[in-house]
């Protein structure tokens, strides 16, 4: 398969892979490394982060019993909100810039092979994990547990004005970026397309954090086990719409990335309602 490619309206030279590389088994083998790799840089950006924050005086070193009560949100301050936003940052650069990453969504997308039709049921409920209704129930469950556990309504509230915020922040980006989707053939900006950023994985991303915040109590053992998921079972999703040529792989990244941005601060701001009600 040929993915056609252009930058400014001139076309660029198709990019591929060595046949040992290709196919659907390696290819997601390929992406899902990628991940991993997105994952390591966020940690060590949060590392380098806090540290600053020590050094600064703005967070006080980590005790014993915060270790043992550490989340995604709470395991430095805001540095891992920084760094989720640093990484979508850099891919939407590249992207505009036509650099190595988008060379390298179109090498990937070329090695995947003919698109699924009909899309193969696993990959597509994989996909499906970030989808409007699957999500919608998701957050109605972590609705009710958190009424029935009698935390107050305000939080509950914040968190449906978050639910706007992200599918704002989707819809937008989206419209601005334009790009064209991999199953089209070619990669275009500002052509109409809707590919980038995935909204399948940032609203996988944003969407869990809150319906785990809203779910659990802060610090219990639930709560760091859902945390936790949440960011890998978002990656899973993405990883799917990859493969099922939905989305170009750094779609799904900075998706990715730009979930867990939205969803980290919703959650700080829905665990300090949480606390005042």
Not at 98 to 126: C, E, N, Y
Not at 243 to 262: E, F, M
Request: hydrophobic content about 50%.
């Amino acid at each position: 398969m040929s993915v056609a490619a252009t930058r400014m309206g001139a076309p660029t030279p198709a990019v591929s892979l060595p046949d040992h590389l290709t196919g659907p088994v390696v290819v997601t083998v390929w992406v899902g490394a990628l991940f991993a790799l997105a994952a390591v840089g966020l940690a060590v950006l949060a590392a380098f982060l806090r540290r600053g924050e020590q050094s600064s005086g703005r967070l006080a070193p980590a005790t014993n019993q915060s270790a043992q009560t550490m989340t995604p949100a709470s395991m430095c301050g805001w540095a891992p909100i920084v760094a989720s936003g640093i990484i979508f940052a850099v891919v939407t650069v590249d992207l505009a810039a036509d650099g190595p990453l988008r060379h390298w969504d179109r090498a990937v997308i070329a090695a995947t092979g003919p698109v699924m039709s009909p899309p193969d049921v696993l990959w597509q409920t994989l996909a499906d994990g970030g989808s409007p209704p699957t999500l919608a129930a998701v957050l109605i469950a972590a609705i009710g547990i958190h009424l029935v556990g009698r935390r107050g309504t305000r939080p509950a509230v914040l968190a449906a004005g978050w639910v706007v915020v992200v599918a704002a922040t989707i819809w937008s980006a989206k419209t601005v970026i334009g790009r064209t989707p991999p199953w089209s053939r070619v990669d275009l900006l500002h052509s109409g397309g809707m590919s980038y950023p995935s909204g399948h994985s940032t609203s996988a991303a944003a969407l869990l954090l809150i319906a785990a915040t809203l779910a659990t109590s802060p610090g219990s053992r639930a709560d760091r086990i859902v945390s936790w998921s949440a960011p890998v079972l978002a990656a899973v999703v993405a990883i799917a719409t990859v493969r099922l040529q939905y989305h170009w792989p750094s779609d799904a990244i900075a998706g990715w990335a730009l979930g867990l941005t939205l969803g980290l601060v919703a959650r700080r701001s829905i665990r300090r309602t949480t606390r005042s009600v």
